[in-house]
């Protein structure tokens, strides 16, 4: 079993829609993250949860809303997205963020392509 | 903030070595890495480097660090074409260990 489990891998929606991605972690991590990747675009990182709290919000539209129940899982949930927001989302997580000086070492999720109709 | 820059692309040939680029902007960068995406894939750590290190060679892979010129760059030795991916530079900085990522470099190896 892979250590970062993204669900759905693929999800076509319309603008209107309701939709939510899933990310499960393995490996006793207590900090995940979404990121979102386009092509030409460096990785943006989206949202940021360290021991279930939100500590980074990266000036992310309303229109998604992330969710951290515990260090296991991430959510995030979709509405009334535009066509821009057609991308791949990649999940991630790694051991520990609070550390001030330590290797911050990632691991990733296969991603969700979203496509936006 | 921070920035990580790279090319988008590089292509060479089977056998030849590959030589990937990255440039950052924070000088107190504590950590930089690389990453690699393969097809369908997420992002696997290939490396990593610690600022008070000007190199670090780990099998075919070479890493180079020039702090004064905040310049990482990745050596592929003998690449082959399961060596075809995409290649994410990053860098941590901050409280926290910030991460942050590049474009990627999409790496081409033609037979």
């Known amino acids: 079993e892979t250590g970062v489990t993204q669900t759905p891998r693929h999800l076509v929606m319309g603008m209107t829609n309701k939709k939510s991605l899933k990310c499960e972690q393995h490996?006793?991590?207590?900090?995940m993250y979404w990121y979102k990747q386009s092509a030409k675009k460096p990785l943006e990182l989206m949202f940021v949860?360290?021991?279930?709290?939100?500590?980074e919000n990266n000036s992310v539209p309303s229109r998604f809303s992330p969710e951290c129940p515990n260090s296991s899982h991430l959510f995030l949930h979709l509405h009334t997205l535009q066509p821009e927001d057609s991308a791949l989302y990649l999940c991630?997580?790694?051991?520990?963020?609070?550390?001030?000086?330590?290797?911050?070492?990632?691991?990733f999720g296969a991603g969700t392509r979203l496509s936006v109709l | 903030g921070e920035d990580v820059e790279q090319s988008l692309f590089l292509s060479v040939r089977e056998g030849d070595s590959s030589v990937i680029n990255c440039t950052y902007t924070?000088?107190?960068?504590?950590?930089l890495y690389w990453y690699k995406q393969e097809p369908g894939a997420g992002l696997q750590l290939l490396t990593y480097?610690?600022?008070?290190?000007d190199m670090k060679q780990d099998q075919r892979l070479t890493v180079l660090l020039n702090k004064k010129d905040k310049h990482l760059s990745l050596r592929i030795a003998d690449t082959q074409t399961g060596d075809s991916a995409i290649y994410f530079c990053?860098?941590?900085?901050?409280?926290?260990?910030?991460?942050?990522f590049g474009t990627g470099t999409k790496l081409q190896v033609i037979p």
């Open positions: 949860y360290n021991f279930k709290e939100q500590t």
């Open positions: 924070d000088s107190s960068s504590t950590y």
């Open positions: 991630a997580s790694s051991q520990d963020n609070k550390a001030r000086v330590a290797k911050n070492i990632q691991y």
């Open positions: 490996l006793g991590h207590n900090a």
């Open positions: 480097i610690f600022s008070n290190m």
């Open positions: 990053a860098a941590s900085s901050g409280g926290y260990q910030k991460v942050t």
